[in-house]
């Protein structure tokens, strides 16, 4: 790496830091000062709403990622432009382009950091919610009286589960069908037991019915269930909320929702989303420079200003999007990949028309 790299790199990653970092804490002091008094009213202590707000941390860190980049380019072109290090750079033969390859790099690099982050925040998100008892924690071996979705657009209505012996005590499974390709099913049995990888029913009476008006009831002694694969800790836990999924997470649930006939746009938008927001990164750090060599000499507060202002745009686009994709406007995918595309063609013709 030359000299000139290290300099434009070290730049950059200063102002990153200072954003990715000090944009978090100082929205996490904010809702904390705005909901303390609502947590101690509900008989939270002082060291669980601070956990809380620790675990909560990594999410606003991902949300910070593309606002960081965008900071960290406008500044960094910015100031060299102010300084004329461009214009030496320019004088010494390497263009614009080369001068910027840096931060590309990194815009690259920081894109795939914020996808692995994507994969960890659906955990903090979940022991946040715990950590402020929004979310019950597994205390208890027995579980009575509940509703498991599972994938395939199953139901699991569970009488008694012991999660320690791996027995059902009366459970009814359903699942919504289509049509005569997907037909919809119920299976009841008065009990059923784990066996290693799949849960076997005993006594009970399956039912097809293939079409409206028509049922097909067949009665079995043990009934094998390939499909039934949720472990009895994981029927012990209550079922996440989409912001506690992964990409493949919320991929599945998609899928049970999109067999059982339900509307999944917005979650698609959502799961999109957990792909399009981190690789913003890149496309902003083009936009950014771009931004910056043309704010340079107009001083830090205009640049400030103007990156601000994009931010704002950047996000509100996105709000916008997601609407019209949950909505049906747009198709899902391109509903969360539209801002990034918007501003990756204005980026692009703004680096065109930046003198090399």
Not at 300 to 321: E, H
Not at 331 to 339: E, R
Request: aromatic share 10%.
């Amino acid at each position: 790496m030359r000299t000139l790299d290290r300099y434009v790199a070290g730049l950059y990653i200063k102002v990153w830091f200072i954003c990715v970092l000090g944009a978090p804490l100082l929205f996490i002091v904010i809702k904390l000062t705005d909901d303390l008094d609502k947590y101690l009213a509900r008989g939270l202590s002082i060291q669980q709403v601070l956990l809380a707000h620790v675990y909560d941390f990594p999410y606003q860190m991902g949300l910070s990622f593309p606002v960081a980049s965008l900071f960290g380019a406008v500044f960094t072109v910015a100031l060299m432009s102010r300084n004329f290090e461009v214009t030496a750079a320019k004088a010494s033969g390497i263009s614009f382009y080369r001068l910027i390859g840096p931060l590309v790099v990194l815009g690259i690099v920081l894109s795939l950091a914020g996808l692995a982050l994507g994969e960890l925040v659906p955990i903090t998100n979940r022991l946040r919610a715990e950590t402020l008892e929004e979310r019950g924690s597994v205390t208890t071996a027995v579980r009575n009286q509940f509703v498991y979705g599972a994938d395939g657009g199953r139901a699991y209505k569970i009488r008694r589960l012991n999660a320690e012996t791996g027995v059902i005590r009366d459970i009814l499974i359903e699942r919504e069908g289509t049509g005569p390709d997907y037909p919809t099913y119920s299976i009841h049995a008065p009990a059923a037991e784990w066996d290693r990888d799949s849960w076997v029913l005993t006594d009970g009476y399956l039912h097809y019915y293939p079409q409206p008006g028509r049922v097909v009831t067949f009665s079995f002694d043990t009934l094998h269930q390939p499909d039934f694969t949720e472990s009895p800790r994981e029927l012990q836990a209550e079922p996440k909320d989409p912001e506690e999924m992964n990409f493949r997470e919320l991929g599945r649930f998609i899928q049970s929702i999109q067999r059982s006939g339900g509307d999944a746009r917005q979650l698609i938008v959502q799961q999109m989303l957990k792909i399009a927001f981190p690789m913003a990164c890149l496309i902003v750090v083009l936009f950014g420079s771009a931004l910056g060599m043309s704010t340079g000499s107009r001083g830090p507060a205009t640049g400030v200003g103007i990156a601000l202002a994009t931010v704002l745009v950047y996000l509100l686009t996105v709000r916008i999007s997601e609407g019209m994709g949950a909505g049906g406007v747009l198709p899902p995918v391109l509903a969360a990949w539209l801002p990034n595309l918007l501003f990756l063609v204005i980026g692009l013709i703004l680096l065109v028309r930046t003198r090399t």
